[in-house]
């Protein structure tokens, strides 16, 4: 069995390896989740279980799900045994989205959150969460497009060529940041029915600007200097912006997400 989710590694994600990306998802999920609730909660993800949320790491979203909704039974399932040693909140199994251990038709509804972006086949993995999703069960992917990542203010232009270098590192490494766009086509040619896009924004007006540092700060370009993708010039210049931008008392950040959600 694979170990690894294609272009993500945790080791090599953030600065500080391992425990630091493990943090990293943690304050991700805590900018974000309640605008995905908010829309899963639209959609109806309660309305038959098991969840199975695949991509379930060391559980930041495993543990809000059964907070937001406490009768929805929830198994996390990652291929990763280390990210899902740390997730103590739900019964966890560890395989490949591409071969789910579970029975056709077994589950009421999937979350991929920040799966498919990292995959090198994302229709394999809509196909196989199909098949065990019962009819009309609710399929729900999280993602992000490279090209619309929100804004920042100030606006410094010389970042983009900087932060794009993480796009060509996951693309290189057989996955696609900027699969957002693709979502709701990928999601009807799987098989899917009632296919939706439903857009979501996390904001500093709701939350601190160093709050956004996990995505915006320099430790995410740490991993890039050293595999030599990106000069170490680069990188100070990005970790000048970065403090201009937190010290800025003006400062304004909005990220945007997306969640594309089909019935089986």
């Known amino acids: 069995m694979p170990t690894k989710a294609g272009s993500y590694d945790p080791a090599l994600t953030t600065a500080g390896g391992f ?37 379930a790491g060391p559980g930041a979203v495993t543990r809000r799900l059964r907070a937001a909704f406490p ?67 609710l399929l729900a992917a999280v993602e992000v497009d490279g090209a619309l990542p929100g804004l920042v203010e100030p606006y410094f232009p010389e970042l983009a060529p900087i932060y794009g ?43 601190p600007v160093d709050a956004f540092a996990p995505h915006l700060g320099p430790e995410r370009l740490a991993p890039l200097v050293a595999s030599g993708a990106l000069s170490f010039q680069a990188f100070a210049l990005a970790a000048d912006r970065w403090r201009r931008i937190r010290t800025d008392p003006d400062a304004w950040i909005m990220l945007l997400g997306f969640v594309a959600a089909g019935r089986a």
Do not use: C
């Open 71 to 137: 009768a929805l039974p929830v198994i996390a399932l990652d291929i990763d045994a280390d990210l899902l040693g740390h997730n103590g909140g739900a019964p966890r199994v560890q395989a490949d989205a591409g071969r789910l251990p579970f029975p056709d038709r077994s589950v009421g509804s999937v979350l991929l959150r920040y799966v498919l972006q990292h995959v090198a086949d994302p229709a394999a993995i809509l196909t196989e969460a199909r098949r065990v999703l019962r009819p009309g069960g």
């Open 165 to 207: 270098k993480l796009s060509t590192a996951q693309q290189g490494a057989g996955g696609d940041r900027q699969i957002g766009r693709r979502l709701t086509r990928l999601l009807r040619g799987a098989g899917f029915a009632e296919v939706v896009l439903r857009p979501f924004a996390t904001a500093s007006d709701d939350h």
């Open 19 to 55: 425990g630091a990306e493990v943090a990293r998802l943690e304050a991700q999920a805590a900018l974000s989740f309640a605008e995905e609730a908010r829309i899963l909660d639209e959609l109806e993800v309660s309305a038959a279980g098991p969840l199975l949320e695949i991509g």
